[in-house]
């Protein structure tokens, strides 16, 4: 009858050797410099084909992704310091109601103390007029 | 002598529809359009949890996750997810959301969505994010919430980046606390990343200035290598799939990981060199020679508790990367390592309830 377990032993040993050469070569420094070269030969294709295509933006005198780019940047930084001083808006404003309310607060007990005062100065005008 | 290999024609018939469901599932994962892509996202039932975003800026977001308007006496929770996939690792599915748990758990959650940076990031510095862009989030964070404390939390990238705040930050004591979700610290034992990135055959410089013109480095030529991390786990991701493939329960998780798994971001390409060459090169958070603005970081000035989660398994950032922070101790601190992977604590496997619930606790004992 099928034996999945041997499929199981089977596939699970596949796995392993194929790791195990996988982390062989990764381990390899010959193999990781050649990598390496490769990619930078395509980072360089890439370079150079972005080059193309802002010369050919340049020729038509349309927009490079460069300049796009620099737009953009502009304007993010822009962005950044309305936020900022959008930030320090609210900041002052929280700080002038708390100070409001600090005025209030003082305003009040001199109001109550001179409340308090009154009565006193009423008697001693009463008594100096006697 | 016994024939191993004879086959009824039962079990033909059930090998041959385990076949054909499997490539079914496979096919499900390829999208053609972004039609199929939309539908496949309300099939699984991705990111549940509402939100409402509060702030934006350029590409990023804050987002904030609504429970009927209950009121929390709770600080919020800001979570700063990775730079190279969505955030919605965090709210995958029904019943694997962390933040559905801290939500219902009357935590208040922001998180920040950092949207697919493009050309006009080809500037935007490590600097800039941590002094400008998450600054003025935390700043839109007190104003949304009225409060004037938080609690930050990182995944992967996004705790390196959470650390980095708190070391420069958390002096100024709006910090309550800290929780990394597999973060690495210490990147001379980042594993096979370290090795890939050694400058010997990375040339950091070249990638960067030739991607330069797209402003960010393609989450394509980032992710080419992950499969490569850990072959058993890429193989295995199959195997379990396919001897599941009957279990509706388990296909849902899988599609949605691997919705996850594939929905890449663009990397910002400053943040990249300088994330590669001071941290992966050279190491420099963890020797307190990183410097963000104009200051050097010290990550001894983190006195903050921190709740460092750590996975057994993990094949991207291995544990020991993210073990033993020189940060100043607190009686708060806890290490904690769970059984899984480096998503699949957070979203898979059932350690994650463990996880939810650690994480509840820690946030509302330092409150």
Same mark, same amino acid.
């Given at each position: 009858?099928?034996?999945?377990?041997?499929?199981?032993?089977?596939?699970?040993?596949?796995?392993?050797?194929?790791?195990?050469?996988?982390?062989?070569?990764?381990?390899?420094?010959?193999?990781?410099?050649?990598?390496?070269? %490769?990619?930078?030969?395509?980072?360089?294709?890439? %370079?150079?084909?972005?080059?193309?295509?802002?010369?050919?933006?340049?020729?038509?005198?349309?927009?490079?992704? %460069?300049?796009?780019?620099?737009? %953009?940047?502009?304007?993010?930084?822009?962005?950044?310091?309305?936020?900022?001083?959008?930030?320090?808006?609210?900041?002052?404003?929280?700080?002038?109601?708390?100070?409001?309310?600090?005025?209030?607060?003082?305003?009040?007990?001199?109001?109550?103390?001179?409340?308090?005062?009154?009565?006193?100065?009423?008697?001693?005008?009463?008594?100096?007029?006697? | 002598?016994?024939?191993?290999?004879?086959?009824?024609?039962?079990?033909?018939?059930?090998?041959?529809?385990?076949?054909?469901?499997?490539?079914?599932?496979?096919?499900?994962?390829?999208?053609?359009?972004?039609?199929?892509?939309?539908?496949?996202?309300?099939?699984?039932?991705?990111?549940?949890?509402?939100?409402?975003?509060?702030?934006?800026?350029?590409?990023?977001?804050?987002?904030?996750?609504?429970?009927?308007?209950?009121?929390?006496?709770?600080?919020?929770?800001?979570?700063?997810?990775?730079?190279?996939?969505?955030?919605?690792?965090?709210?995958?599915?029904?019943?694997?959301?962390?933040?559905?748990?801290?939500?219902?758990?009357?935590?208040?959650?922001?998180?920040?969505?950092?949207?697919?940076?493009?050309?006009?990031?080809?500037?935007?510095?490590?600097?800039?994010?941590?002094?400008?862009?998450?600054?003025?989030?935390?700043?839109?964070?007190?104003?949304?919430?009225?409060?004037?404390?938080?609690?930050?939390?990182?995944?992967?990238?996004?705790?390196?980046?959470?650390?980095?705040?708190?070391?420069?930050?958390?002096?100024?004591?709006?910090?309550?606390?800290?929780?990394?979700?597999?973060?690495?610290?210490?990147?001379?034992?980042?594993?096979?990343?370290?090795?890939?990135?050694?400058?010997?055959?990375?040339?950091?410089?070249?990638?960067?200035?030739?991607?330069?013109?797209?402003?960010?480095?393609?989450?394509?030529?980032?992710?080419?290598?992950?499969?490569?991390?850990?072959?058993?786990?890429?193989?295995?991701?199959?195997?379990?799939?396919?001897?599941?493939?009957?279990?509706?329960?388990?296909?849902?998780?899988?599609?949605?990981?691997?919705?996850?798994?594939?929905?890449?971001?663009?990397?910002?390409?400053?943040?990249?060199?300088?994330?590669?060459?001071?941290?992966?090169?050279?190491?420099?958070?963890?020797?307190?020679?990183?410097?963000?603005?104009?200051?050097?970081?010290?990550?001894?000035?983190?006195?903050?508790?921190?709740?460092?989660?750590?996975?057994?398994?993990?094949?991207?950032?291995?544990?020991?990367?993210?073990?033993?922070?020189?940060?100043?101790?607190?009686?708060?601190?806890?290490?904690?390592?769970?059984?899984?992977?480096?998503?699949?604590?957070?979203?898979?496997?059932?350690?994650?309830?463990?996880?939810?619930?650690?994480?509840?606790?820690?946030?509302?004992?330092?409150?």
């Amino acid at each position: 009858m099928w034996n999945m377990n041997a499929m199981d032993d089977f596939s699970k040993q596949w796995e392993k050797m194929v790791k195990d050469w996988f982390d062989e070569l990764m381990n390899n420094p010959d193999f990781l410099k050649n990598m390496s070269k %490769s990619m930078e030969g395509a980072l360089t294709s890439k %370079s150079m084909l972005d080059e193309i295509k802002n010369n050919i933006a340049k020729s038509l005198s349309i927009p490079t992704a %460069s300049s796009i780019a620099k737009i %953009s940047q502009y304007i993010i930084k822009q962005e950044a310091k309305i936020n900022d001083l959008e930030d320090l808006l609210y900041e002052q404003k929280n700080d002038i109601k708390e100070l409001k309310e600090l005025f209030i607060k003082s305003l009040d007990n001199k109001k109550s103390k001179n409340v308090k005062k009154t009565p006193s100065k009423t008697k001693k005008t009463v008594k100096e007029k006697k | 002598m016994k024939k191993e290999f004879d086959i009824s024609p039962e079990q033909i018939e059930e090998i041959s529809n385990k076949c054909k469901n499997f490539w079914e599932i496979l096919e499900k994962t390829q999208f053609k359009s972004l039609d199929e892509k939309q539908k496949a996202w309300r099939e699984i039932g991705l990111a549940p949890t509402l939100y409402n975003t509060i702030y934006t800026e350029n590409t990023a977001k804050l987002n904030y996750y609504i429970d009927n308007d209950k009121k929390s006496n709770i600080s919020p929770v800001l979570i700063i997810p990775s730079l190279i996939n969505k955030n919605y690792t965090m709210d995958l599915i029904k019943d694997h959301s962390m933040i559905s748990h801290l939500v219902k758990n009357n935590i208040p959650v922001y998180i920040i969505d950092w949207g697919e940076p493009g050309i006009e990031h080809g500037d935007y510095t490590l600097d800039e994010m941590i002094d400008g862009t998450i600054n003025r989030i935390v700043k839109r964070i007190f104003r949304h919430s009225g409060k004037k404390h938080i609690h930050i939390l990182g995944q992967c990238i996004g705790g390196v980046i959470s650390t980095i705040y708190a070391t420069k930050y958390s002096s100024q004591g709006f910090i309550k606390s800290m929780t990394n979700i597999t973060s690495p610290v210490d990147f001379s034992k980042g594993g096979k990343l370290t090795e890939w990135t050694n400058p010997k055959t990375f040339n950091l410089d070249k990638i960067v200035n030739s991607f330069k013109e797209n402003g960010a480095i393609s989450p394509q030529f980032i992710h080419a290598g992950f499969p490569f991390l850990d072959l058993n786990m890429t193989f295995n991701k199959y195997r379990n799939l396919f001897n599941l493939v009957d279990n509706d329960e388990f296909v849902t998780l899988y599609r949605a990981l691997d919705f996850w798994g594939n929905d890449n971001i663009p990397y910002p390409c400053e943040i990249f060199r300088k994330f590669n060459r001071d941290l992966y090169q050279e190491n420099k958070l963890f020797k307190g020679e990183l410097v963000i603005g104009d200051q050097k970081l010290n990550l001894k000035d983190i006195k903050i508790p921190l709740f460092n989660i750590m996975a057994k398994h993990d094949h991207v950032f291995p544990k020991e990367a993210a073990l033993n922070i020189p940060k100043t101790k607190n009686k708060a601190d806890i290490d904690k390592i769970y059984e899984g992977g480096h998503v699949t604590i957070l979203a898979g496997l059932p350690a994650r309830f463990e996880l939810y619930k650690d994480i509840e606790n820690f946030i509302k004992n330092n409150e």
